[in-house]
């Protein structure tokens, strides 16, 4: 059973010495022109979490419901339910969100069914899921995905993939996986760590690092290598 309260995304704002900077950067800026292009009327968001991204919605729909397992640390989920077996009526919101949620379903085709269901005729889903990332929240981690693997399975279920983003390239997919393993150290309390730890935070050579792989992935761009991909598909037929 998943720990009732666990600390979830609460800010989308992401200091650059934070080493989840590089990946935040991508996903959240790719989630913001998505949800302003797309998003539209009642929004369902599954594995809501705290929320995050709720403001982005603001004065482009109607109504924002939050749905998760359980309940996050500030208590802003509406509905405690199952992304595989969601509380909700057919056909009611014209719009399904979902970041970072569907590589922790064990059946991710249930949960697009799911949301296929609940969708109106020609509403619209959002989801990202990583491609790139180490293990995390386990052993509730089971999947990653490729463009291919995701545009399979949106189809598979009813839907028109209208877009598929990138987040980011091989230059910030490899800084970022390499703080991360700098920062997996910082739990040791030797000595030589604490003061490793003390030059990334303290004299923000995070920061440094950061800067530098956004420049160098603007400059030698490859999608090859990846840290997440956001689709944005269209629901066509009832599944």
């Known amino acids: 059973m998943r720990e009732e309260g666990l600390a979830r995304l609460s800010d989308v704002h992401i200091p650059r010495n934070n080493a989840d900077y590089i990946v935040m950067h991508y996903l959240i800026d790719a989630l913001k022109m998505a949800i302003n292009k797309y ?10 979490g705290n929320k995050p991204y709720e403001l982005f919605f603001k004065d482009k729909i109607y109504s924002y419901t939050g749905c998760d397992v359980i309940q996050s640390d500030k208590n802003k989920v509406d ?4 992304a595989t077996k969601l509380a909700f009526a057919d056909e009611k919101f014209d719009t399904v969100f979902s970041t970072q949620v569907i590589e922790h379903v064990s059946d991710p085709f249930k949960m697009l069914q799911e949301a296929n269901r609940v969708l109106k005729n020609d509403g619209l889903i959002i989801v990202s899921a990583p491609f790139c990332w180490e293990l995390h929240e386990e052993p509730y981690d089971f999947y990653r995905y490729s ?3 995701l545009k399979a399975m949106f189809e598979q279920k009813g839907f028109e993939v209208l877009e598929i ?4 390239g091989k230059w910030a997919a490899i800084f970022q996986m390499n703080i991360n393993m700098v920062y997996s150290t910082f739990k040791t309390r030797k000595w030589p760590i604490r003061i ?19 420049w160098a992935d603007k400059r030698f761009h490859d999608e090859l290598l990846t840290l997440n991909y956001v689709v944005i598909a269209r629901k066509i037929k009832n599944v």
């Open 39 to 48: 998003a539209k009327g009642n929004v369902l968001d599954i594995g809501c």
């Open 79 to 82: 509905v405690i339910c199952e």
């Open 147 to 149: 463009k291919y693997g």
């Open 165 to 168: 983003t990138a987040n980011g």
């Open 196 to 214: 490793l730890k003390g030059i990334f935070i303290n004299l923000h050579f995070t920061a440094l690092l950061n800067r530098f792989a956004l």
